[in-house]
């Protein structure tokens, strides 16, 4: 009797033992996501120097030991939290699509939706915010810049000054965000993105085409 009730209670064990094997378990990957959620949040919100692991894990909900168990330091969890998210490169790629006619205000657009975008948004403003004091999100930047943008915008701008005007426009692009999402300029934080999209995109427009 005693053989064979030893042999079912082995078996779940063993069984939930291989499931687990060689990967993460479910409520680990939940947890972490869930610390480097919380990690672009208060970024984007205190920058990198006013933020310490203790808020980010009281943020999470979790203890600070976990943190450190899946992170390290907070230098590396800010590494990770400076991630963009692919949707901006997609959306910059689909508004260069269709010719030059209205290109600025198709940018423009794209550009502001990301921004709109509750789940793009703190990773773009942890870079944004930390870029002038902390040299990985500067370097971000300027990926973002030289990077994305010329990959996205490649096919349509062109020329001898092609980056030299790339870089222009990622500057109009990172301007427009700074003044709009983090500093709240008034009446441009609160103007609907049709107005916004149509006035600002005649100076991204100017820029790509190269013309007046």
């Not at 902390?134 to 990077?147: D, I, N």
């Not at 500057?171 to 600002?200: C, F, I, K």
Request: net charge neutral; aromatic share 4%; with cysteine.
């Amino acid at each position: 009797m005693t053989g064979q009730a030893a042999g079912p209670a082995a078996g779940p064990a063993a069984g939930q033992a291989t499931k687990h094997a060689g990967g993460r378990r479910p409520g680990e990957t939940r947890t972490r996501e869930a610390i480097l959620t919380a990690a672009r949040v208060c970024f984007a919100e205190r920058g990198f120097d006013a933020t310490s692991l203790r808020r980010i894990a009281e943020t999470a909900g979790v203890d600070q030991s976990l943190v450190h168990h899946f992170y390290g330091t907070k230098e590396n969890l800010f590494l990770q939290a400076l991630e963009l998210p692919g949707k901006i490169e997609e959306a910059i790629t689909a508004a260069a699509q269709g010719g030059l006619d209205g290109i600025g205000e198709r940018v423009v657009r794209a550009h502001l939706s990301v921004w709109d975008d509750v789940s793009s948004r703190p990773a773009l403003m942890t870079m944004v915010r930390s870029a002038a004091i902390h040299r990985a999100a500067a370097a971000r930047l300027r990926e973002t810049a030289t990077g994305i943008l010329a990959r996205a915008l490649g096919g349509v701008i062109t020329g001898e000054d092609a980056m030299l005007r790339t870089s222009m426009v990622a500057t109009q692009l990172v301007g427009l965000a700074m003044m709009r999402y983090v500093a709240h300029l008034e009446p441009l934080a609160s103007a609907d993105t049709d107005t916004v999209a149509r006035h600002y995109g005649r100076a991204v427009q100017a820029i790509v085409t190269d013309r007046d």
